[in-house]
């Protein structure tokens, strides 16, 4: 391995580090106790994302995960039941904190490939009112949907999950990490994507290169609630409008250049695809992920990994490692178009 060659991080897109245009700003945020609701760049932020998603308020948490557990608990009652996805990041990823933090029973229902929940799965897993049962209170949706390759949820068919909720007295909730991720590839706006929602976090720390914090939207008087669950959950800051002020350069410069990723993560993924020993779970990614599952003839059960770090010691490459045999790699603003090129030939090596 060659000394001085840059690190090609694809593990995912929360490794991105603030821009130049961010630390100005935020050098230069003005800046007030957010927990009085003093701080004017937070107070910014939250207008501009609230203006983005359609909703009348926003809220800004620390973390993706505190903006899904705070929505989580300012729309449920202990011992009331969420429907989510098997393979969403509120079921998956998130330290089991709607159990833990708020006695908030998870009902996980098959995804599909697509990212989707049946709906006629979503009408079953709906209680009836019986005392046996905990209460069904709300359903979340993940777009993008992480584990199903990054692909984007529909407006349509937001709406029709949208619909199945109000008909039985449910709140829907999107955990939008990357929903404007899903915009850029659908050629809508996450504000569109967000409105048959009655709540949805972004994040500014992913693809949109802020170096930490999310936002969740809502009506005001579900912020209010939200806002409670944030101190609840130590998540009130002070003088975070330093963090704010590069969550508004991420919403006002960085969204536009997603499709820039997207691009890549196809160039990527049409490179991998001619490498023999391994198979693309899509050959055109819709967004900014790309799955790959090792083919190889191997007894070695954790043979992902081992490739994974040959790639590393050998190439200077870092790619995610989701599975015995299963790859995950995210592209970035911190990828370029060489960065795809390094790594597909670094792959054709190593296999
Ligand atoms: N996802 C991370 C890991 O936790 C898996 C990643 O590398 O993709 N919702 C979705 C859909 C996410 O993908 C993530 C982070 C979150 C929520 C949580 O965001 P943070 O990390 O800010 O708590």
């Not at 019986?130 to 990054?150: A, K, M, Q, W, Y």
């Not at 991720?181 to 967000?194: D, P, T, W, Y």
């Not at 993560?265 to 023999?276: C, H, K, N, V, Y």
Request: aromatic residues 4%; proline residues 4%; charged residues 25%.
């Amino acid at each position: 391995m060659e000394d001085n060659i840059e690190i090609v991080d694809l593990r995912s897109d929360t490794v991105t580090k603030p821009t130049p245009e961010m630390r100005a700003a935020m050098a230069a945020a003005e800046v007030g106790d957010d927990v009085l609701g003093e701080d004017p760049t937070i107070n910014r932020l939250q207008q501009l994302a609230a203006e983005k998603m359609g909703k009348e308020a926003g809220l800004f948490v620390p973390s993706g995960t505190m903006g899904n557990l705070a929505a989580i608990l300012a729309h449920c009652q202990r011992g009331d039941e969420a429907i989510m996805g098997n393979l969403g990041h509120t079921f998956l990823f998130e330290a089991g904190g709607a159990a833990a933090l708020g006695g908030v029973h998870p009902n996980p229902l098959q995804n599909q490939p697509d990212g989707s929940l049946r709906l006629k799965d979503i009408e079953e897993a709906i209680r009836t009112s019986d005392s046996h049962f905990p209460v069904s209170r709300l359903i979340i949706l993940e777009n993008t949907h992480n584990r199903c390759g990054g692909v984007p949820l529909t407006v349509e068919y937001t709406w029709q999950v949208a619909k199945v909720a109000r008909e039985n007295g449910l709140r829907l909730h999107l955990d939008g990490a990357r929903i404007f991720n899903a915009a850029a590839a659908l050629k809508v706006s996450a504000g569109e994507l967000a409105e048959p929602a009655d709540s949805v976090t972004f994040c500014l720390s992913k693809g949109l290169c802020a170096p930490v914090g999310s936002v969740l939207c809502g009506s005001f008087e579900f912020i209010q609630r939200a806002h409670r669950m944030r101190k609840q959950l130590g998540g009130g800051m002070r003088q975070a409008g330093i963090l704010a002020a590069a969550g508004i350069i991420a919403l006002e410069q960085m969204v536009d250049r997603l499709v820039e990723d997207h691009r890549r993560a196809r160039m990527l993924a049409s490179g991998l695809a001619r490498i023999p020993g391994l198979r693309l779970d899509t050959e055109v990614p819709s967004t900014n992920m790309v799955f790959s599952t090792l083919e190889i003839e191997e007894a070695r059960s954790n043979m992902a990994a081992v490739i994974a770090d040959r790639l590393f010691r050998e190439y200077h490459i870092k790619v995610g490692v989701v599975g015995a045999h299963r790859f995950r790699m995210v592209t970035h603003y911190w990828i370029d178009d060489e960065a795809i090129e390094r790594t597909i030939q670094a792959f054709s090596r190593v296999l």
